[in-house]
């Protein structure tokens, strides 16, 4: 069974930094991609960047290009969201997921979310 853990959040000062994990279990992930997602309150949630777990190519979304960066740690089966010049629009719940498709989705395996909040 598949469970991703997200972990990290917390509130920050716009223009400050954060970084939030998502811990993998219960598969081999080399053959995933590995998703984040976000969700504003009464907002849809929405695609923020993804890691091809194999080779380690990132996809972002134009929103948060340059200010984000995904990255992987194969040993411990981590994958992070390193945020930087956050912004209060970024307040979110943020999700990892992981799916063994396209990075487009759909997603099959979802975390709880972890809450990030940022200050103005």
């Given at each position: 069974q598949v469970q991703l853990v997200e972990s990290g959040g917390g509130l920050v000062q716009?223009?400050?930094?954060?970084?939030?994990?998502?811990?993998?279990?219960?598969?081999?992930?080399s053959s995933y991609a590995m998703g984040w997602f976000r969700q504003a309150p009464g907002k849809e949630r929405e695609f923020v960047g993804a890691i091809v777990w194999s080779g380690g190519i990132t996809y972002y979304a134009n929103s948060v290009k340059?200010?984000?960066?995904?990255?992987?740690?194969?040993t411990k089966n981590t994958v992070y969201l390193q945020m930087n010049s956050?912004?209060?629009?970024?307040?979110?719940?943020?999700?990892?997921?992981?799916?063994?498709g396209r990075v487009g989705g759909p997603y099959d395996y979802w975390g709880q979310g972890t809450q990030v909040t940022v200050s103005s």
């Open positions: 716009a223009g400050g930094s954060l970084r939030v994990s998502c811990a993998a279990s219960g598969r081999t992930f340059g200010r984000f960066t995904i990255s992987r740690d194969v956050l912004k209060s629009e970024d307040t979110a719940v943020y999700y990892c997921a992981a799916t063994t």
